[in-house]
């Protein structure tokens, strides 16, 4: 904490005296993820959260994930920096990352032998104490922005959720829903109705953090039918649509359109249910504990010579309980692309950090996914988790996978079950309370 605390005011001190602009886009950015760090390291250390061993370990992670965040943004802006090549606070996270994994192996309960296979629960109605607002650029309602009703957020009655009706409409904003905003809502009228939309970029000028349409910080969120979109297109680079640092967040009948680096899954517990995500390169990508459900992901074309490839998972290190968990879904050409990605090889992941971990699950997989299945990104193929578990189509098949050591076909369901819900996510615990319905098991 002194370290992380140490190094922010640091940052801070920095910041008036840049003169230049790339060098001030990168600390503005290692400002935001430093302060993030802080917070997740304060939630480890509040006796009053009656956290588990693995409610830390998620924070730690996220902890440590911001710090890294910081050293990609000044990578990505071409700026050194002796604090950030040289920082304890990345390798005392670490190494508190190591012990608390021995609390969680001594204590964590089984959980394999008590979830029923499916576990699909009703949406509930709202509380009595939620606020809810109606944004509609026709007049309708209370805003005609979404900006609008969350800077309405801190003088709301009630202390229950803070759900906003996004009324049909295509709403040209950068959203960001900040760490003090918990418990909010978006709620629109259907994929390709609400539609949140933005076009920046890498190559326009922005980090890929701020590059992102929809930024959410606070833990507890959750979008129903809505689409965050970002169409910067295959030639702007890195590209968010939508930015997920939220804690126990959950996502359900939305889409998520962008090319590059299309969702940004960057930190804690997250659950997708029911949603379609587009792009082209990474364009699921983060270091988050994710699972995303009964959802199709659609390959577009990417810039000429390039390949589809889908997942870029950000484990730094071995005791992180991240990953992607991709769980009865389908992966297929975007059906307004056929021509154009007709030929094109497409990835299921390359490792963006040396423990990447990626599982697909009893998913389709069309046809486009070359026969290898994975791509290498810089050596990491000993190191990695990547496993496919009962999935079919013609992508399927896994006679001509990668020879790499971090690669499993899982033929024991209970290796498999530690990546579905209740397991990876201890979604059981939280995810009742989101509304979202989900399968616990496989």
């Not at 579905?420 to 989101?434: E, Q, R, S």
Request: proline content about 4%; aromatic content about 10%.
């Amino acid at each position: 904490m002194n370290e992380a605390t140490d190094a922010l005011d640091h940052i801070k001190q920095q910041q008036p005296k840049s003169s230049n602009a790339r060098e001030r886009a990168a600390l503005s950015d290692c400002s935001q993820f430093y302060d993030l760090s802080i917070t997740h390291l304060n939630q480890s250390l509040d006796p009053d959260l009656d956290s588990t061993p693995f409610d830390v370990q998620i924070w730690l992670s996220a902890a440590l994930t911001n710090l890294d965040n910081c050293k990609t943004t000044m990578s990505e802006q071409n700026v050194t920096h002796p604090l950030f090549l040289n920082n304890k606070a990345s390798q005392l996270i670490s190494s508190g990352l190591a012990i608390n994994a021995q609390l969680i192996k001594d204590s964590r309960e089984d959980l394999l032998s008590w979830f029923p296979d499916e576990d699909v629960l009703s949406l509930p109605d709202l509380a009595r104490d939620d606020t809810i607002i109606v944004v509609a650029q026709d007049g309708s309602g209370e805003f005609r922005s979404i900006k609008e009703a969350l800077d309405a957020y801190h003088t709301r009655k009630g202390n229950g959720r803070f759900v906003i009706h996004v009324k049909q409409g295509t709403y040209r904003e950068n959203v960001e829903i900040n760490r003090e905003m918990s418990n909010v809502m978006l709620a629109g009228d259907g994929i390709g109705k609400s539609i949140i939309t933005g076009d920046r970029s890498a190559r326009s000028g922005f980090s890929t953090r701020e590059s992102a349409t929809v930024k959410v910080m606070g833990d507890g969120f959750v979008a129903r039918d809505m689409t965050f979109r970002n169409t910067a297109g295959p030639d702007g680079g890195q590209a968010v649509a939508l930015l997920s640092s939220s804690d126990r967040s959950a996502y359900y009948r939305c889409a998520f359109e962008g090319y590059q680096d299309t969702l940004w899954v960057d930190v804690n517990r997250q659950f997708y249910q029911e949603c379609l995500i587009y792009g082209t390169i990474d364009f699921i990508f983060g270091n988050a504990a994710a699972v995303i459900q009964n959802s199709v992901i659609y390959g577009r074309a990417p810039r000429r010579g390039q390949s589809v490839v889908i997942t870029a998972q950000g484990r730094t290190e071995r005791n992180q309980p991240t990953g992607l968990s991709i769980i009865n879904c389908r992966f297929k050409a975007d059906p307004e692309q056929k021509q154009a990605v007709r030929g094109l090889k497409a990835y299921l992941g390359r490792p963006w950090r040396d423990y990447a971990r990626v599982v697909y699950m009893r998913s389709y997989l069309d046809g486009m996914v070359d026969p290898v299945g994975w791509m290498d990104w810089g050596q990491k193929s000993e190191t990695v988790y990547y496993a496919e578990y009962g999935n079919y189509g013609p992508g399927s098949p896994t006679k001509m996978r990668v020879r790499w050591s971090g690669f499993r076909v899982i033929k024991d369901i209970r290796e498999a079950q530690k990546f579905c819900v209740a397991n990876f996510i201890a979604g059981l615990k939280w995810l009742p309370h989101t509304g979202v319905p989900f399968s616990a098991g496989l």
